[in-house]
């Protein structure tokens, strides 16, 4: 089982940059898909991105594509997510994410462990 920790939220200003970062622990980093959702204010948890295993077949929502980019480093067990260009519509609380295998997925029914989420707040 894997123990998943965020980092790196915060306040910025639109059309600044934030980067997240993922800790794993306890567990085989390597065996998993990793992927970062988002929540905001009154909405569902809705997909972000997603990379599998050995850092290739990344998946992206439209909303984000060509403004963030996702990356993982095995070595160190850690997941990244760099925000470019943000938007006022980017705040939320971001949640990474697990899921066995190689297969990209969206739905969050699809990943079995979570993180406790970092909150970002893009101000206009």
Do not use: H
């Not at 200003?13 to 959702?37: D, K, P």
């Amino acid at each position: 089982q894997v123990q998943l920790a965020e980092s790196g939220g915060g306040l910025v200003q639109a059309g600044r940059s934030l980067r997240l970062s993922c800790t794993a622990s306890g567990g085989t980093f390597s065996n998993y898909r990793m992927g970062w959702f988002r929540q905001a204010p009154w909405k569902e948890r809705e997909f972000v991105a997603s990379v599998a295993w050995y850092g290739g077949m990344t998946d992206y929502a439209d909303s984000v594509k060509g403004r963030f980019v996702i990356w993982r480093d095995n070595a160190k067990n850690t997941m990244n997510l760099q925000m470019n260009s943000l938007e006022p519509e980017g705040t939320a609380d971001y949640y990474c994410a697990a899921r066995a295998g190689t297969l990209g997925a969206r739905g969050t029914e699809r990943y079995s462990y979570w993180g406790q989420g970092t909150q970002v707040t893009v101000s206009s």
